[in-house]
C-alpha cells in the first residue's frame, strides 16, 4: 500500500541513534550483553530516585477515583502551580501555573511548540552540532530548519546567528547541557544571543522567540545551567522528566513560556490547542500527578560525573580528543587521524569501532562529520571494560 | 508576540465541546456540582475494573529496573504480541506483534495514521455527524477532510460515500460505536463498503485506505461491533483504552494493521516513525504494560446501559426525539419544535437548556446542525433528576 511521499523518503534515511540502538541489541545477543561496549542511544539507566518509588506505590495504592481520567489539555491545575514553582527558582523569574503546560516530554513540548509559533516556510536556527530530529519537529509543521556553525569549543556563535535571521525566522532554537557536546551556554553568551535577538525584532518588527530544550538541566557537573526566561523576555522552555528522574518511557515534561512575553495569551491557548490537536489531548496524567509531587528530587548526578570521568580516562588512554562535556551524558569525539593518514569520515570510524564491539553514533547524525558521540548511561564497569578496546582499536586505526 | 495564522484563526472557533466543559465547571461552582446536568464531555467516570487497580499497585510496588526507560518506538514487544491476540478474537484476523504499534490513544494514534498516509492535498471522507477532532487530525499532515451525508438512521450511506471518492482520496474513516450517535455498522454495511472500495481501487489504481477509529468497541449494548480488519484488506484499526478501562488521561492505545494489507512493512516503518517523530516517542510505558496485562478485562458496560435507559426515560418523559444508541455512551437529539413554530436551531436549544442546567453539546459541533449531543458518563441519579428539568425547559420551548 502507498504511503506518504516524505514519509517514504524519510524512512530511507532514518535515525542512525535509533539505527545504532537496533544494532547494539543484535551484537549483544550474538556476544552477550556484558561484551558490547554500547554507547548509542541516551537511554538513562540510573535508577529513579526512591521519592520516586515512594509517591509511585502511593498513588498506585490510593489510586484515587477519577484520577485517570480527562482534565484541562493543560494538565491539572496543580501540577501546573507545583512546577511553575520549581521553575521560578530555576528560570530566576516570577511564573504561575498559567504559564505552565504539561507535555508528553520534550519531543512533544516541540511539536506542539513549533506547530503553534511557525507559519509554513518560517524559519528555526539551530547551531550545529544539534539533536537531529528538530529537522522533522520543524518539517511537520511546515517550518524550515536553518543550522549555522558554532565556535570550535562548541559554543553559541552569534555572529553565525546573525547570519542566519532573517523576516522568516520564527524562532532559534538552543539546547543546554547540550546534546551531543555536553557544553552549557554561560550567562554571558545567552546575554548576547538576546541582545542580537531583541535588536532584530526591533529592525524587522518581527520578534523572535529564544526555544530553549532543556532536558538536561539537571544533568550539570561543576556549574548550574544559567536561566533563559530571565535572558530574553520571548523565550520558551521545553523540559521533560525523561533525564532528571529517568522517565524517558513515560512521556512527561512541560513547556513554560517567560512572564515577560509580550501579550502571552494566544500563544499559551496556542500551546494547548496544539497540545490537543496533535493528538496528545494532555500529558499522561500519572506522570504528570508524580512530576507535580517531585519538584525537588532528581537522579544521582554523581553516578553519572563518575562515569564521565572513568569514560574520559578511556579515551585519553587510547589518544581519542573529546570536548569536556559540562553537563548531559555524551562525549562528543573527535574522529581520529588514521595511522596511514588516509582520510577517513565519522561513519567509517564507527565502523570500525563495531569490531571491537564499541557502539557510537556518527556526527553527521547531528550536523557535524569528523565527530561522533558516545552516551554514557551505561554501567562504569563496562565503561572501564571498553578501555582495552578504545586502544586496540586505535591501534588499528 | 505572534503566532501561527491558522493556529490564530483555529482558536477563535474552538472546541464546543471543550467549551461547555469549561462551562459547566463554572456552572457547578455557582449552583454546586449536583445542581447541574453535565452532560457535555465524554469523560468516563466509571471506574476502571479492579483488575487495572491490581496490576498498577503490582507494577509499582516491584517498579521493576529499567521498566520506565525507552523501548522501541512500537513499544514493549511483549505487549504489542499480548494486544495482538486480543485483536485477533475481536477483528477475525491473524495479527501478531509486527502488526501492532502502541499509541497515546487514539488522538495519537490517528495522528500518527494520518502523518503516514497522507501526501498533501490528499482528502480523507468521513460521513456526518462525526467526532470534530478527525478535522484537525488530518489538517495536521496536509490533508482534507471531506464530509458526505450519513443515512437518516445514521448508518453509513455508501452512495454518498461513493460521490465523495476521487483520484485523491487516501482513506475512508469510519467510527463505530459512533460518536455522537451510538450506531454501530453491520456487517453488511461494512461489506458494501469493502466493495465500493475496491471497485474504486481497481478502477483509480490507487486503493484506498479504511481507517477505523474504535475506542467503543467495548461499549456496546445489545450486539458485539463487526469486525474490520477482516472486512477490508487495506484496513487500519486505531484503538484506546480511554472507554474500556477508563483511562482517557493515561493516553494509552494502538494502532492495528490489516494482515491482508498489501506490501505492510513501508505503512508500518511509517507509523512508527511518525509516532517517534509527532513527539509521542512511544507510548506511556507503565501504560502499555497495562494494557497487555489486562487484554480480558473491561469496564463494567451494565453501569452504562442503565444509564442510557434512564436517560432515554427522561427524553421520553419531556418529548425530545432521539437516535437509539447501540453503543458508546451518548445520546444525539433532535432538537424539537418550538411551541410558538419558530424555526430555532440547536445552539439555541443548548443555550435554552443551559437555564434549566443542563449541558449538552450542539450538532453542529458534529457537522449536523439541528442536532445536539449529550454524553451519559455521569452518574444515573444525575440522570434521573435531569428529568424534571427537561420537561421544565421543554414546557418553555
Known sequence: MPIAENIKNALSSSSMIRKMFEEGMKLKKLHGADKVFDFSLGNPDVDPPQAFHDIFVKLATEDEKGSHGYMPNAGFPHVREAIAKKVCREQNVEVDFSHIIMAAGAAGGLNAVFKTICNPGDEVIVSRPYFMEYRPYTANHGAKLVEVDSLDNFDLDINAI??????????????????????????????NLASLLKEHGKKTGRPVYLVSDEPYREIAYTESVPPILSSYPDSIVVS??????????????????????????????????????????????????????????????????????AFMKALDNAGIEYAMPQGAFYLFCKVPQAKNNEQKDDKEFVEHLKKYLILGVPGSGFGKPGWLRFAYCVDEKIISASGSAFKEAMENW
Open 162 to 191: 546573525a547570519s542566519g535571521l532573517n523576516e522568516k525566522t520564527a524562532a532559534v532554537i538552543v539546547n543546554s547541557p547540550n546534546n551531543p557536546t555536553g557544553k552549557i551556554y554561560s550567562e554571558e553568551v545567552l546575554a
Open 240 to 309: 521533560s522528566y525523561s533525564k532528571s528522574l529517568s522517565l524517558p518511557g513515560e512521556r512527561i515534561g512541560f513547556i513554560a513560556v517567560s512572564p515577560l512575553i509580550h501579550d502571552k495569551d494566544d500563544l499559551v491557548n496556542g500551546l494547548i490547542y496544539t497540545t490537543r490537536i496533535l493528538g496528545f489531548v494532555n500529558a499522561p496524567a500519572l506522570m504528570q500527578r508524580i512530576a507535580g509531587s517531585l519538584t525537588e528530587a532528581k537522579v544521582d548526578v554523581s553516578v553519572y560525573a563518575r562515569r564521565r570521568d
